[in-house]
């Protein structure tokens, strides 16, 4: 260790160790507690500048004696110097930690932006099959209540409203509305409504183009000729469904019909109907009653 005069003073020697901290010679241990910075005023850089000076010849005179000066380390600073090192490696090792857990994070990133967009895809696919299964249901649904057989009890217990709510749900679901039609004709046979639950049943059938079930509605319900409203409408249709289905004789029959029974009460577009159904069928023209012979006088 280097052996410095006793002449120096304490106070010298505290400004010679900052002169070597300067110069970078040893490494000064960080204090846990920080020292207030020193103000270097003219006054002090004086101070200091002799300090060195007086080092400079106390080192000079020990080279001069054969007693070299040795500056050795300090051992704390060697062991802090070593901690550093180990502090800068793992630090390292951490950095690289740390950009290796990036990497993953972006990967993961990416594989749950992937997985994000599967899930969408699955659950659009998903839904459409899900609304499928919900057509599918209800088109069997349907299809069970429109193929069971139909039912002959009232849902009111009065013709009346059976046939209005039948009309009803006839103009929005013709197929359910056909069958609630039938259930009036069976829940109340012989009866005005069921004659007019014929017939428009008879309409469902001319709109579907089944002629010949058509023909047997619009019968039904003009059995024994009655006088209601609907009548001479009906009978109309039966004449027109009665030429398609390439029963011309029958059509024009139903025509003389219309013009005996209804045509006194029918209105004017009835009437001219009549009269150009007859025209298209090319039906014979109905004879006029025979002339009676005037009566002979007697004697």
């Keep these: 260790m280097i052996k410095l005069p006793t002449s120096l003073s304490r106070k010298t020697l505290i400004s010679v160790i900052g002169v070597v901290m300067i110069a970078g010679t040893t490494t000064v241990v960080a204090q846990t507690v920080p020292m207030e910075p020193i103000q270097w005023d003219k006054r002090r850089l004086d101070q200091l500048d002799r300090n060195v000076r007086r080092l400079e010849r106390a080192v000079t005179q020990r080279n001069a004696a054969g007693q070299p000066v040795l500056v050795e380390p300090d051992p704390e600073v060697v062991a802090l110097q070593g901690r550093v090192d180990l502090m800068n490696r793992r630090l390292q090792d951490l950095e690289a930690t740390v ?6 994070i972006e990967r993961l990133t990416f594989a749950v932006d992937e997985g994000k967009r599967d899930n969408a895809a699955l659950g659009a696919r998903l839904r459409d ?5 919900r057509t599918m249901e209800t088109a069997a649904a349907r299809d069970a209540e429109l193929n069971s057989p139909i039912s002959s009890t009232s849902p009111t217990g009065d013709p009346g409203r059976d046939l209005a709510a039948a009309v009803r749900l006839a103009a929005t679901d013709p197929a359910l509305g056909d069958r609630a039609l039938q259930t009036v004709t069976l829940a109340w046979p012989d009866t005005p409504q069921a004659r007019e639950a014929f017939s428009r049943i008879g309409d469902l059938r001319v709109s579907d183009e089944d002629y010949d079930n058509a023909v047997r509605a619009y019968s039904s319900a003009l059995r ?15 004449a027109n469904a009665l030429n398609s289905a ?3 004789t029958d059509a024009c029959g139903a025509l003389t019909e219309f013009g005996n029974r209804y045509a006194a009460t029918a209105t004017a577009a009835q009437r001219a109907r009549a009269t150009e159904l007859g025209t298209r069928f090319t039906c014979a023209p109905a004879r006029a009653p025979a002339a009676r012979p005037p009566a002979r006088r007697p004697g």
Excluded at 231 to 236: F, G, I, K, S
């Design 99 to 104: 950009l290796r857990v990036n990497g993953d």
């Design 129 to 133: 099959a899900e609304g499928r299964v």
């Design 224 to 238: 024994g000729w009655p006088t209601a409203p609907w009548a001479a409408a009906t009978t109309l249709e039966l």
């Design 246 to 248: 390439d029963r011309k």
